[in-house]
């Protein structure tokens, strides 16, 4: 089960931090990956990491300023989000896979967190 938590209401500029708590039981390469959906659009892959060695993967759309980590102590993982503009305003999503594939299939997936970045 997947918990996607962090969003709310920002000025552009500002930075954000989503956290995505993970409960149950989590196997190695194991891959966690943040997506968003803004309203009349598709569903975008944003950033995907793997739970057991840390390789990261950051869509281009969003490379050098959004991030993705992990806590394993935490079962948390988190996509830092700076420097936001208005148009990542979306709802964001983590969700989870049994084998880190970044472009691949997501088998379980969080509830949404409204990210909301005003002008």
């Known amino acids: 089960q997947l918990q996607a938590s962090g969003g709310g209401l920002v000025q552009a500029g500002d930075s954000l931090r989503l956290s995505c708590a993970a409960s149950?039981?989590?196997?190695?390469?194991?891959?966690v990956g943040w997506f968003r959906r803004a309203p009349g659009k598709e569903r975008e892959l944003l950033a995907g990491i793997n739970w057991s060695s840390g390789a990261i993967y950051v869509a281009d759309s969003v490379k050098g300023r959004f991030t993705i980590s992990r806590d394993n102590a935490k079962n948390t993982v988190y996509l830092q989000m700076n420097t936001l503009k208005p148009e990542d305003t979306a709802v964001y999503y983590c969700?989870?896979?049994?084998?880190?594939?970044?472009?691949?299939?997501?088998?379980?997936w969080g509830q949404g967190t409204q990210v909301t970045v005003s002008s």
């Open positions: 969700a989870a896979q049994s084998l880190f594939d970044p472009l691949g299939p997501y088998l379980y």
């Open positions: 149950g039981r989590i196997f190695s390469n194991y891959g």
